[in-house]
Each structure stands twice: as structure tokens, then as C-alpha cells.
């Protein structure tokens, strides 16, 4: 609405700039007609337009600085990445049991459910084990009070805190984001989050300015960050023997996290696969139905013999 107010405004101002200009010339020249006049203004103003937009898109516009936006993450070959690979469901799992021991205290997952686990990272039985393990609320009864029942399946993951204010509370007036869609959320996805997540040194570098309570992260934006460093060597026992460094910790939390964001990654693809090639095999009998009805009249030959006298 501001630009269209400015160049409205321009457009006037060169309108009655061209028109003083035209009604001094045609004291002295009265046969320039109203269209000519018309047709100036119209180009001078079309002029004045693409010059303006010239500018505004010749013109870099930082709203941060790089060190406001944070360092860029470096690009990793996830195993999931490429157009036919599936999650590694090890590391799914491992993933699961980091964001449970590490995670789980801080960030929630709001749009996880038990149920979803069930195939991917634990079977129905551990599943079920684990919901019932957490209690939640039960339908008022007949005096109206609710009382307290076992997890399901089909119950949510539950959150750290009640509320909001709880959370802010709990960590100082900062608020942890729910990690449901993180990946999705955060530019750079996986490599963001991995990169964050084992990017805290040990001594901010020097002329690195930190505001009070926060810890120095070069990839966070501003490069102050209220969550401190979480994943340290030998934090968690694996299962399977995995040795638990803090890089295959990270790798694993950030894995099960892209798959919380993208529960039909794998389905999805398998999909597209399927869809490729009922699509390349149609297309292939498509050319051969074409060749097959066109080929006889496209390489006839129609020969003409004139009558004999």
C-alpha cells in the first residue's frame, strides 16, 4: 500500500511537471494536441517507474548481518537425503532414546504420537510400555472430577511443562520451541540443527560480545543462545553398543527429528518411485501405439500413373 501511494504520488508530480511544461510551450506552439501531451506524460511516468523498480531490485537489502543471521551450516550427506533412500531405523531409534534422556526435559513434541512410533522405532508392545509409564487425564466422571489414567497409543507425547508460562519460567524467561516440525522449521533443516547442536565451543572466540545468561553458538542467529551445550560423550548407553560421542548423538536426535517433521518421508518415496515407473511404462506403450497406427500411413508411398493415350 505504501509503494502504490508512492508511485501515485509520482505519478502526479511528473503529470503536473509535463503539463506546466506543455501549457508554457503551447502559448507559443498552440498546435500540440491533448494526446501528445497524453502520451509524454504516460511514458515519462512508465520511465520513472522501471527506474524505481531498477533501483529497489539493484540494491542489496541486509536486514542482519552475517553474524546476526548466524554461520551458515555445512551441507553433510545424510543417508536419508538422496531421492530413494529411507531413514535409517537404528538410528531412529537411538535417536528417540537421546531426545527421551536429553531432550525430553526441555522441548516437547506436540504432534507425535505414541501410535506413530509403532513400526518405526520400537515395536507395539515397547510402545504401549512406554504411554502407559506416563499418566494422563481421564474423562470427568459423574461428580465432575477427572481423575488420572494410563497412557495409550493413542495419546500425544507428552510436554515438559503445563504452559507457557511454566516453560519461560522453568528457563529463565526463554521459551523452548516444540521440536514436532524443527526441521522444517529452521533453514538448513538437518545440518542446522546437527551443526547446532555440536557447534558450542569451549571459549567464545575473541571480540565475540554474549549477552549475560546466553551461551556463545556461531550457527544460532546474533550467536547468543539461552539452551546450552546438552550432548557430551558417554551421556547416553546405547542399546545396540553404539558408541555414544557426541556427534553420532547429534546425528541421531537430528535423523529421528527430520522424521518427526516427516512421518511419510519413506511412504512418500516409495510412492514416487512407483508412480515413475507406472508413468515411464505408459509413456513407453504410448510411443509404441503411436508408431503402431502411424508408421503404415506415414511411410506409404502413393504413387500416380497417368492414363495412357
Known amino acids: 500500500m505504501a509503494n502504490r501511494l508512492r508511485y501515485s504520488a509520482l505519478y502526479k508530480r511528473l503529470s503536473a511537471s509535463v503539463s506546466r511544461g506543455f501549457s508554457t510551450s503551447a502559448q507559443s506552439t498552440p498546435e ?7 502520451a509524454v506524460i504516460a511514458t515519462l511516468a512508465t520511465g520513472g517507474l522501471a527506474a524505481w523498480y531498477v533501483h529497489l531490485y539493484g540494491s542489496p537489502i541486509n536486514a542482519l548481518t552475517l553474524a546476526e543471521h548466524g554461520l551458515h551450516p555445512t551441507e553433510y550427506p545424510w543417508p536419508h537425503s538422496g531421492a530413494l533412500d529411507a531413514f535409517d531405523h537404528q538410528s531412529l531409534r537411538r535417536g528417540f532414546q537421546v531426545y527421551q534422556e536429553v531432550c525430553a526435559a526441555c522441548h516437547s513434541l506436540n504432534l507425535v504420537a505414541w501410535r ?7 515395536t507395539a508392545d515397547e510402545v504401549r510400555a512406554m504411554a502407559e509409564e506416563v499418566e494422563y487425564d481421564s474423562e470427568p466422571n459423574d461428580e465432575g472430577e477427572i481423575e488420572k489414567r494410563p497412557g495409550k497409543l493413542a495419546d500425544y507425547i507428552p510436554a515438559p511443562y503445563p504452559n507457557e508460562q511454566a516453560a ?22 538437518c545440518d542446522y540443527v546437527f551443526s547446532l547442536l555440536t557447534g558450542y565451543p569451549d571459549e567464545p572466540p575473541a571480540g565475540a560480545v554474549v549477552a549475560s545468561g546466553l551461551n556463545y553458538n556461531p550457527y544460532f542467529p546474533g550467536g547468543g543462545i539461552a539452551m546450552g551445550r546438552v550432548l557430551f560423550d558417554g551421556l547416553v548407553e546405547y542399546e545396540d553398543g553404539t558408541p555414544a560421542t557426541t556427534t553420532q548423538m ?24 512407483k ?3 507406472i508413468i515411464g511404462s505408459l509413456w513407453a506403450i504410448s510411443i509404441w501405439v503411436k508408431r503402431f497406427k502411424w508408421s503404415p500411413i506415414k511411410t506409404r508411398r502413393i504413387v500416380y500413373k497417368p492414363p495412357k493415350l
Open 168 to 189: 519461560r519460567a522453568a528457563n529463565q524467561g526463554a521459551l523452548p520451541p516444540d521440536l514436532s516440525l524443527i526441521i522444517k522449521a529452521r533453514h538448513g533443516g
Open 32 to 38: 500540440v494536441s491533448s494526446t501528445t501531451r497524453h
Open 275 to 277: 508412480a515413475m515407473l
Open 116 to 122: 506413530t512410533l509403532v513400526g518405526v522405532t520400537h
Open 250 to 273: 547429534a546425528k541421531d536426535v537430528t535423523s529421528f527429528l527430520n522424521w518427526a517433521a516427516e512421518p511419510e518421508h519413506d511412504d512418500r518415496k516409495k510412492a514416487g518411485m
